[in-house]
């Protein structure tokens, strides 16, 4: 793994990198985030029981919408025809939900900050959607954890 910053040019500035003479591979990343709320807030989520309607499916299409607007957000990110947006939610306590976010194209650089993005604005959409009877609700652990393709190659949170 390379200690240089490939976003910085041989002056320090910020600069978009230069993609073009990179292969075309397969590529993907999984990102998570977990939300931490009250046990009623749950039971709500999974009972449809919030009065702005199916909270889940509403994240879902946040999620996928935001990996798709990735370049908009991050400012040297580049824009990316992905194949395959993914979000997942998960129950993993009783106060506790998984978002997954899995991305992936054939391109030239790779798909992490989309999966980051994908998972970090499904947890918002999720948050807001329930602040009404939750605000203490807590978005954390937003990581990558896994990323296949391209040249530095597979890279898993548990190998790190």
Request: with cysteine; hydrophobic share 40%; aromatic share 2%.
């Amino acid at each position: 793994m390379s200690d240089k910053l490939t976003h910085l040019d041989h002056q320090g500035h910020a600069h978009m990198v230069d993609v073009s003479d990179k292969a075309l591979t397969k590529r993907s990343a999984t990102a998570q985030a977990i939300l931490l709320m009250q046990p009623t807030t749950l039971t709500k989520i999974i009972e449809g029981g919030l009065p702005k309607g199916d909270v889940l499916a509403t994240a879902r299409i946040a999620g996928i919408q935001a990996a798709k607007k990735t370049s908009d957000l991050i400012p040297l990110c580049h824009p990316l025809m992905l194949t395959k947006v993914s979000i997942d939610i998960t129950v993993i306590s009783d106060c506790e939900l998984e978002v997954l976010c899995t991305c992936a194209l054939a391109g030239k650089t790779g798909v992490e900050m989309e999966a980051l993005t994908g998972a970090s604005v499904a947890a918002l959409t999720l948050y807001d959607m329930c602040k009404a009877v939750d605000k203490g609700i807590v978005i954390n652990k937003v990581s990558l954890l896994e990323k296949t393709g391209g040249k530095s190659g597979d890279w898993s949170q548990g190998n790190a």
